[in-house]
């Protein structure tokens, strides 16, 4: 059993203890403490179960590796799970609980799918989907359902505060172990801006818990005068608790600063994400270790050799009393050692090596402890926690020659260089036979934007395990015991037979067994992507940082082909996870996205304005009166302004100037109608195309002056329209001398709509706008009521009908004054939807109902808005087509149905027979569909194949629940068809 | 993230700042023209790993589009120039043809 050494610890400062509960159960650890050391120093070695199989848990790693202690952290609000207790501070009051287990974490009904393993192999997942429907209901889904999902989903939004931060430097060092910290010191004494992240809370890495001399000082101080001489410098940040999450195009750097997660509910933002960019990256993040396989690897009390290490002497945590060592190399002696100094059993030191010889080796048998080597680990003893282990030969098949007694199993197969930050971006690696790794090559680095490499990879992460490598490449020298050669180990035996592979793991969390990538193999498996999606290995939340290269080994020995034959698999970022809440930063709520405003927004919320979003403003739909229905208060704004006169704020619509001598070319090019004859205080009716003669947008068109026109478009187009316009004159029409400015914002603009309109703009007063000094499609400048203003008669809903522009600064006062003055002939402000209802009783098409980017003018009855004349305009080459031309093309009309209902929006009309894929043939659809107050039924617009020659026909539009809506074609236009009432 | 030099305003822009806008140096085919050659005007796209002109719009900077040499592969950017060029720029061809011995040309 784990528990708390009465002297040591580094990290921990004994005189602040912390309480903190785990499953309800109260524990207290010390500051200085992670979660991990502090459920350990408290006897909890089982902190979870396993995903697939819901086998007992306990915590493998120190670090960013662990692969099992995920725990859900906090309540509430602050309710996080899959928090990984190694990388976790622990804080007072912190409230953890295990994870994958019902009901609970002791006694867990889904333990029983570690007896049924054989039906959960390689490929699960694809084999059922093979299976008979009735399979997948009753058998796969409940169980598939069950096991699914790591942790709880948090119920409540998160409380807490996430922000983000910009950073440029010219090196960049990810890391901070002795490595890291002489790559700055360097960079940093030549005057380069340098930033260092540490994704711990400490500074050294494992020079810290290994020693060694550096420079003709003890390790730790030789770290501790680096960190003062660069905390002196100013051209130098040291930034702790922060990882380098991933590593970009061009020296992008995202970095995850963990900033108030040990203080919840304080002032600090709980996360902060950084942007850097950085001339040159230091890759400085060290090595992780790897496990062994051999059967019950994964039983609570196996653990890293350097992680047993850790927690001993960073901590004074010890996994257990009586160790037991297992290991390919020399290093995990160094574990043995620190036990002993730490006064505690080793039972012995299992090492795989026929003959390995060095002082570790020696210093480890001179304190009495006995060293089996060419043994392995048959099988570890114990149910949860592990009570010894059985030795047999390594070369054999497991038979077992002789048993120890333990409760802790430290194992080592060797180090991997950490290069996920180098592979990011493109770097690329060999394998080193000798060292039994994968290093950075440094003949392919990842390159930046000049074609040379942008990182460099130093220390650990290079390869370089010993400190005197490390040091060498920084000119320091550095004294570290000698080892001798590491052996490679993937499976312990080496022929250990199908039972123990069964229970051998590789991938603790996706609970991935050796036996698992074997049958892959054998299945016909060979790339490594193919099988790492196979079996899930390495697919878990830690990416397999401690399964991925014993995975490809086992796969390589299955396929009978060398390691560097078979490949890694690909290095992306994050590293590790990083909090949703970082990514997102301040960009939640009323923030997300910026909200566009017209000078009126005011007016409309206080008089209760149901809100739609367009684009990025949001409009009034309607304004609804108390208790008043939204369709109701539709209903009121459309009969009141039919009737009387209606109120509309227009300023969102796009208003784009279109100056200079070739401006006229320029729009005859951009509309498919003749703008350049337009005469001056003349309004035209435009559409727009792209290339591929699409209709794209719409608006009227006034001629300013002699060289100036003016572009209305849709409100959620101005912006698109405006980078249109530019786009042909910067790229293709350079020559032509024509300026465009997108003044949409610079205007508030009122639409001033129904029979009474001209007397509320005659209250007004200052300008003549009768018929005959104001015809219909005119607009002239001038004073109206007191303000500067353009008036144009134009009219999108059928009425006599004014819209007059101010400057955005008077617009609120205009509008309040066309309220005051409309007040008694019954003025009425009106919304969206009361603009549309208006607009389709007209048969007025809208941007994106009636079109959807496959619709051109000519199918919309917009011939007529077609110049003829003009020899080229942008889209109509491709309306020439013959597939544009055919007549059998879906085309505007009305609909109506037989008994004046509405119809659904969106329906499809069918046609007789079935397609391909047995589903009725169609022959038009829905577009646009209201209920029109103005004629007291439902009104619609469609698309229907030869539409316009086949007025009178009925169509059946099937709907819910087998209904089926019969609509009659009718003439689009619904309303005063010969449009007397918007020209008088 | 790309850093792409805007040649109208000077900024090293991020990538963030800029919209794409596809293969550079399109002909464009009119009214007129064969449908074999408005076919491959409006939909016929380069898409080599390695060397591309390409059109990038400076659209949260100074609003102007500008035309950028870069390996698809490598992202390694041999130089932008302005978009008022019928091909590309002879510094920039000289650029990539020091870089890529072996490229064939941009045509
Ligand atoms: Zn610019």
Redesign the interface.
């Known amino acids: 059993m784990s528990l708390r050494l009465t002297k040591g610890g580094r990290l921990i400062d004994r005189s602040k203890p912390l309480g903190f509960r785990f499953n309800g159960q109260p524990m207290h650890g010390f500051a200085g403490d992670t979660l991990a050391s502090a459920l350990l120093g408290a006897g909890q070695a089982m902190v979870g179960r396993s995903f697939k199989y819901h086998r007992p848990r306990g915590i493998v790693a120190s670090g960013v590796e662990e692969p099992n202690a995920l725990l859900g952290l906090g309540t509430g609000a602050r309710f996080e799970p899959d928090q990984r207790a190694t990388t976790t501070e622990l804080f007072e009051g912190a409230t953890t609980t295990s994870q994958n287990h019902w009901p609970s974490l002791k006694f867990d009904v889904g333990a029983i799918n570690d007896k049924l393993y054989r039906l959960f192999p390689a490929g699960f997942y694809y084999k059922t989907f093979m299976f008979p429907r009735f399979a997948w209901k009753h058998v796969f889904e409940p169980i598939v359902r069950q096991s699914a999902g790591l942790g709880e989903v948090p119920k409540d939004a998160d409380v807490d505060r996430y922000e983000q931060a910009y950073g440029y430097c010219d090196v960049l060092v990810a890391g901070g172990g002795v490595a890291g910290l002489a790559a700055a010191l360097e960079a940093g004494r030549k005057g380069q801006r340098v930033i260092v992240l540490e994704q711990t809370p400490h500074w050294g890495g494992r020079a810290m818990v290994d020693g060694g001399q550096i420079d003709g000082h003890d390790a730790a101080d030789w770290v501790a005068a680096a960190l003062a001489e660069l905390k002196a410098m100013a051209n130098v940040s040291l930034r702790n608790r922060t990882m380098v999450s991933g590593v970009?195009?061009?020296g992008?750097v995202i970095g995850y600063q963990r900033v108030g997660d040990a203080e919840p509910g304080s002032d600090k933002p709980r996360h902060r994400l950084w942007r850097i960019?950085a001339g040159q990256i230091v890759v400085a993040s060290g090595a992780i270790e790897r496990p062994i396989s051999f059967a019950g690897n994964d039983l609570p009390g196996v653990m890293l050799a350097g992680a047993v290490r850790d927690y001993i002497m960073n901590w004074a945590v010890a996994p257990g009393q009586r160790l037991v060592v297992v290991t390919n190399n020399d290093d995990a002696y160094r574990t043995a050692l620190a036990a002993l100094d730490a006064g505690l059993e080793v039972a012995g030191v299992v090492d795989a090596r026929e003959a390995a010889s060095g002082p570790l080796i020696d210093a480890v048998k001179a304190r009495g402890v006995r060293v089996y080597e060419g043994h392995g680990i048959a099988k570890v003893k114990g149910r949860a926690e592990v009570t010894g282990v059985e030795l047999c030969r390594q070369a054999g098949e497991g038979t077992v020659v002789m048993e120890l007694a333990c409760d802790a199993v430290a194992m080592s197969g060797g180090w991997s260089p950490a290069v996920h930050l180098w592979s990011h971006c493109?770097g690329k690696l060999f394998w080193d036979e000798a060292a039994v790794m994968f290093r950075p090559d440094h003949a392919r680095p990842p390159?930046?934007?000049?074609?040379e490499a942008m990182a460099r990879i130093v220390g650990a992460a290079d390869g370089k395990l010993r400190l005197c490598e490390i040091m060498e490449e920084f000119g320091l020298g550095a004294v570290a015991d000698e080892e001798s050669a590491i052996e490679p180990v993937w499976l312990m035996p080496a022929r250990a037979p199908d039972a123990l592979r069964f229970k051998a793991f590789l991938d603790y969390q996706n609970d991935v067994k050796v036996s698992d990538v074997q049958l892959a193999a054998r299945e016909g498996y060979e790339s490594v992507e193919h099988t790492k999606r196979y079996t899930t290995l390495g697919m878990a939340t830690d990416q397999g940082k401690l399964s991925n290269i014993n995975g490809l080994a086992i796969l390589s020995d299955a396929l009978g082909r060398p390691i560097p034959a078979t490949g890694t698999t690909t290095f992306r970022p994050p590293y590790t996870p990083i909090s949703f809440g970082a990514i997102t930063g301040e960009a939640r709520g009323e923030l997300f996205q910026p909200l566009r405003r017209t000078p009126i927004q005011g007016w409309h919320a206080a008089r209760g304005a149901h809100w739609e979003p367009v684009g990025q403003w949001r409009r009034p739909y309607c304004y609804p009166r108390s208790g008043e229905a939204h369709g109701d208060a539709v209903k009121r704004e459309i009969l009141t302004t039919r009737e009387k006169v209606g109120m509309l704020d227009a300023s969102t619509l796009g208003k784009i100037v279109v100056k200079g001598p070739d401006a006229g070319r320029f729009l005859d090019m951009l509309y498919t109608n003749l703008m350049s004859t337009l005469p001056v205080g003349k309004c035209r009716y435009g559409l727009m195309c792209n290339?591929?003669g699409f209709l794209m947008d719409d608006g009227v068109v006034v001629r300013l002056s002699e060289d100036s026109w003016l572009c209305h478009t849709t409100s959620g187009g101005a912006d698109r329209i405006h980078?249109w316009m530019?786009?042909w004159l910067?790229?293709?029409w350079?020559d032509w001398k024509v300026y465009t400015a997108n003044l949409t914002e610079q205007f508030a603009q009122v639409a001033v709509v129904g029979p009474k309109a001209r007397a509320v703009l005659e209250k007004l007063g200052g300008m003549d706008v009768s018929k005959e000094a104001l015809p219909f499609m005119t607009y002239v400048e001038g004073e109206l009521g007191g303000f500067r203003a353009r008036v144009f008669r134009i009219s999108f809903s059928g009425e006599l009908s004014y819209e007059i522009a101010v400057p955005t600064s008077e617009g609120l006062a205009f509008w309040e004054a066309v309220a005051e003055a409309g007040a008694e002939f019954g003025i009425t402000p009106y919304g969206t939807e009361a603009l549309h209802v208006m607009r389709a009783e007209k048969g007025f098409i809208m941007i994106g109902d009636e079109t959807d980017g496959t619709v051109i003018p000519q199918d919309l009855g917009l011939g007529w808005a077609i110049s003829k004349k003009k020899?080229?305009y942008l889209g109509?080459?491709?309306q020439?087509?013959s597939y544009m031309t055919d007549p059998d093309r879906w085309k505007l009309v009305g609909l109506e149905t037989l008994d004046g209902s509405v119809l659904p929006d969106g329906v499809y009309a069918v046609d007789a027979g079935h397609n391909a894929n047995g589903q009725r043939n169609v022959q038009g659809r829905v577009t646009s569909t209201y209920f029109s107050p103005t004629l007291g039924k439902g009104i619609a617009m469609g698309l229907v194949r030869r539409g316009p020659d086949r007025m009178g026909e009925v169509l059946d539009f099937p709907g819910d629940n087998g209904a089926i809506h019969k609509a009659r074609i009718v003439d689009p236009c619904f309303y005063d068809k010969e449009g007397e009432k918007a020209n008088v | 993230?790309?850093?792409l030099h805007c040649p109208y305003c000077g900024v090293d822009a991020?990538?963030s700042e800029l919209?794409p806008?596809g293969e550079a140096h399109l002909k464009?085919?009119?009214?007129?023209?064969s449908?074999e050659d408005?076919e491959a005007y409006?939909f016929a796209r380069k898409n080599p790993k390695g060397v591309h002109f390409e059109?990038w719009?400076h659209?949260y900077g100074c609003?102007?589009?500008f035309l950028a040499a870069r390996?698809t592969a490598?992202?390694?950017?041999f130089g932008t120039y302005k978009?008022?060029n019928p091909r590309p720029h002879p510094d920039i061809v000289a650029a990539v043809k020091a870089?890529r011995p072996g490229w064939e040309g941009w045509k």
Not at chain 1, 447 to 451: K, L, P, Q
């Open positions: 970009f195009d061009h992008y960019r493109g390159t930046g934007a000049d074609g290339e591929n980078g530019e786009d910067q790229c293709e350079w020899e080229d109509k080459r491709a020439q087509r | 993230m790309l850093i991020e990538e919209a806008g464009r085919f009119g009214p007129g023209s449908d408005f409006m059109r719009r659209a609003g102007k589009w390996c490598t992202l390694e950017v978009a008022q870089k």
